[in-house]
């Protein structure tokens, strides 16, 4: 690219590509779904859901396999899996969206394959980090975001019973991450120019668009809605409240690219060769 196209063109471009390769686990998954709601009949064998989950577990084995994926992203992606999977079950069984297909891999009413849709935001958080090298700068003391975080994944579960904070979560990431910058390599370094919240609100549009897929295909229904309906704009908040979760999940595992006290100093340590003749 950089050979046959401008420089800022090539940088553009380079940027994009990296990211859809970033998406890969999330871009299979959705891809799976359009493909097995075009062709799937109610006579097959196999259930659509089943088939589902049987692609995801073998996509990310082969992900493992292939190395196209790190056995830490690999802990990331599951720890989001299973957190993913119980909001699932709370949320059906509550009434708040339902699968209208049947499935032999379901646990009370959510099929298996549906934690994945979970895990593929963690997948692709990981992989983004690591495929451009990336540092947030300067970022929280890591108790208050894992405390944030902790806040609005039970707030998912709490405004059923309780009063609804999310207005006060959406103050809450800005002020605790409006000071953060994303530090990113392509080529050479270059700083975001946006605050995170800003960076975290684009992100979760595009999550918004990909949960459109999934309704669109009548792959689950949203309560009140119709199947094959447009999933209302308001879940564009949810999504964005939600990848604070899935972010902080990732620093769980991946401290490296956070910009707190020791963590640069330390991923310099490790990444720097000993030298000659030292013990």
């Known amino acids: 690219m950089h050979a046959k196209l401008p420089a800022p063109l090539a940088e553009v471009a380079a940027f994009t590509l990296k990211h859809l390769w970033a998406c890969l686990f999330g871009g299979l998954i959705l891809l799976a779904v359009i493909c097995t709601n075009a062709i799937w009949a109610d006579n097959w064998p196999i259930a659509r859901y089943d088939a589902l989950f049987a692609f995801a577990v073998l996509t990310q084995a082969a992900m493992l396999l292939f190395r196209l994926e790190t056995w830490q992203e690999a802990k990331v992606i599951g720890l989001f899996h299973l957190t993913g999977t119980a909001m699932e079950i709370f949320k059906v069984n509550t009434g708040s969206w339902a699968y209208p297909e049947d499935a032999f891999f379901m646990v009370v009413n959510v099929p298996l394959f549906s934690g994945f849709m979970y895990a593929s935001v963690g997948s692709y958080i990981a992989r983004v980090i690591r495929i451009f090298d990336m540092r947030f700068a300067p970022y929280p003391p890591f108790w208050i975001t894992t405390v944030l975080a902790v806040s609005i994944y039970l707030n998912f579960f709490s405004h059923h019973f309780l009063p609804d904070i999310r207005l006060a979560l959406f103050a809450a990431t800005v002020i605790v991450f409006w000071r953060t910058r994303v530090e990113f390599t392509l080529g050479r370094a270059y ?53 604070y979760v899935a972010f902080v999940t990732v620093t769980l595992v991946i401290r490296e690219p956070l910009n707190i006290k020791g963590s640069r100093a330390t991923s310099e340590r490790s990444a720097t060769p000993p030298r000659q003749g030292s013990d």
């Not at 992100?203 to 668009?209: D, K, V």
């Not at 990909?210 to 309560?223: C, K, R």
């Open 191 to 243: 700083a975001l120019p946006l605050p995170l919240p800003l960076a975290a609100l684009f992100a979760s549009f595009f999550l918004w668009i990909a949960e459109n897929i999934g309704t669109l295909t009548g792959t689950w229904v949203y309560a009140g809605s119709r199947t094959f309906e447009m999933t209302s704009i308001s879940k564009l908040g949810s999504w964005y409240l939600l990848l």
